[in-house]
Every structure is written in C-alpha cells, then in structure tokens.
C-alpha cells in the first residue's frame, strides 16, 4: 500500500505567496482530514471531509485557508495570501468512516513562510 | 469545545525505567487513541479503547481507558531508546467523525 501521499514534502515562500499543498488519501478510504501541527499548539484538525464533502471547517483560522476535494483520490489545501505565522507541519489524513476510525497519516508538508 | 490535556509535555528517562503518560478531560469521549509519532513523519496508531474501565496491552505499552470514559493513561515498562518520540492522545466526540488530541508527550529514553 502506498499510504497517504503529501506533496510537497517541503515548501518554503515568501509572505504574500499562494501556497498550495496536495493529498492523495489511502484507495477506498471515505473520511480525510487536514491538520497543522506547530510546537506552540500541537495538532489541530483545519477541516475534514466525508464522501468528498466538507463536513466541518471549524478548525480553518482564516479565509485566507480553503480546502477543496473534487474527488475521492485528491484533496488540496490553499493558503492565499500566506502569511509567516502559516509556518507549520500539515498532515493530511485518511480513514474508513465505517471503520475503527484509525486515522493514517501522510509524512506532512513542511511549509515555511517568510 | 472539548479539550484534552496530557502530562507530562516532556520526560527524559533512562533506559530500563518505567513512566506513566496521562490523558484527562472534563468531557466523555466514544473512544479514545493513542499514537506515536517520530520526527519528520506523521502519528501512527498504536492502540483504540472504546470501553470504559477497558485495558490493552501491547508489549510493554498497557493502555487503560477510565470508567467515565473522559481520560486514559500509556504506561511502559522497561523503556527502550526506540521508545523514544512523540505520544499523543486523542479522543473522538460522540456523533462526529473527527478527533480532538492531546498537545502531546516528548519522551526521550537515553541508553
């Protein structure tokens, strides 16, 4: 199994760029979810979706964060414009809705904005 | 909004020794997880309790669930310097598919 796929691994931008991250979710699975992670607050869940559709965005800081799934195979994460405090670890995960709710993680994208 | 606090943050052990990592809430989680996370890849599952009062064991990890199913504790016995990494808590609201976790444990086992 190839897991969940992150690209880039790493990103470094300006302040003021468009930065956009990409997931590709384990085969099958139904649930994904975007989460950032920094030292100061952990692991924070953006938004997820279900069956492609965004079930709870609560998590996303700004508008400047937006979050797309046009299908089952791909999700982006769009920061525009960025901003140094974006500077984090993004993990995208996925899981079986109908499952254990196990959770795989992607390896992340580190991004740095300066 | 539900919350999940683990102590300690940090802890530097020698290998050999035992520790014990907690997870406390003032909500009620359907289940509760734990993952283990190394630098530069994302957590990785180690265990789900869903029961409250329920304990699992894997290897020298014991995991029990507490009877109001709002907190939960990792012990080891006889840490190993591969039990070294990041632990994280996190636990799953009735009705909703996502997961609240911990701020997380650093341990560090030293030789």
């Known amino acids: 199994d190839a897991g969940v796929i992150q690209s880039p691994r790493h990103e470094v931008t300006e302040m003021g760029q468009e930065v956009t991250l990409r997931c590709k979710p384990i085969s099958g699975h139904n649930s994904l979810f975007w989460y950032r992670q920094t030292m100061m607050r952990g692991l924070e869940l953006l938004i997820y979706?279900?069956?492609?559709?965004?079930?709870?965005d609560s998590g996303m800081p700004e508008d400047r964060f937006s979050a797309k799934m046009p299908n089952a195979s791909f999700s982006t994460l769009k920061i525009q414009p960025s901003e140094p405090r974006d500077s984090a670890v993004y993990f995208c995960?996925?899981?079986?809705?109908?499952?254990?709710?196990?959770?795989?993680f992607g390896p992340g994208t580190r991004l740095t904005v300066l | 909004t539900q919350l999940l606090e683990q102590s300690p943050q940090f802890l530097s052990i020698q290998e050999g020794e035992n520790l014990t990592v907690y997870c406390n809430s003032s909500?009620?989680?359907?289940?509760l997880q734990w993952y283990r996370q190394e630098p530069g890849e994302g957590p990785v599952l180690l265990v789900t309790?869903?029961?409250?009062?329920e304990v699992k064991k894997l290897k020298r990890l014991t995991f029990q669930f507490g009877d109001a199913r709002k907190d939960s504790s990792l012990h080891i016995t006889a840490a190993q310097p591969g039990d070294t990494g990041l632990y994280l808590c996190?636990?799953?609201?009735?009705?909703?598919?996502?997961?609240?976790f911990g701020q997380g444990t650093t341990l560090q086992v030293k030789p």
């Open positions: 309790v869903v029961t409250g009062g």
């Open positions: 995960a996925s899981s079986w809705a109908g499952g254990a709710d196990t959770q795989y």
């Open positions: 979706f279900n069956n492609n559709v965004p079930i709870d």
């Open positions: 909500s009620v989680f359907s289940s």
């Open positions: 996190a636990g799953r609201p009735s009705n909703t598919g996502k997961l609240i």
